[in-house]
């Protein structure tokens, strides 16, 4: 399984749980995926969503502008 295909399933079983809560399920997911995943994740989910998010369920692609960027680090 490649890291992307990881990133997906893990975000997609995120926005599986989101889709069965009410109230704002974009904002669920985008703020599970802000406060448990690590930036090099954050970083890869979002480079796979701007390459067409394949495979992703469609809440993780609205949560997607949610979605705090990893860091950019500078010297």
Not at 48 to 63: D, K, R
Request: hydrophobic fraction near 45%; glycine fraction near 10%; charged fraction near 15%.
């Amino acid at each position: 399984m490649t890291p992307a295909e990881k990133l997906t399933k893990m975000a997609n079983q995120i926005a599986t749980f989101f889709e069965s809560q009410t109230g704002d399920q974009t904002g669920g997911v985008a703020a599970h995926i802000n406060e448990n995943w690590s930036p090099p994740m954050r970083a890869g989910l979002l480079d796979h969503i701007a390459a067409g998010g394949a495979g992703l369920h469609p809440l993780v692609i609205e949560a997607a502008a949610r979605i705090r960027p990893a860091p950019i680090l500078t010297d």
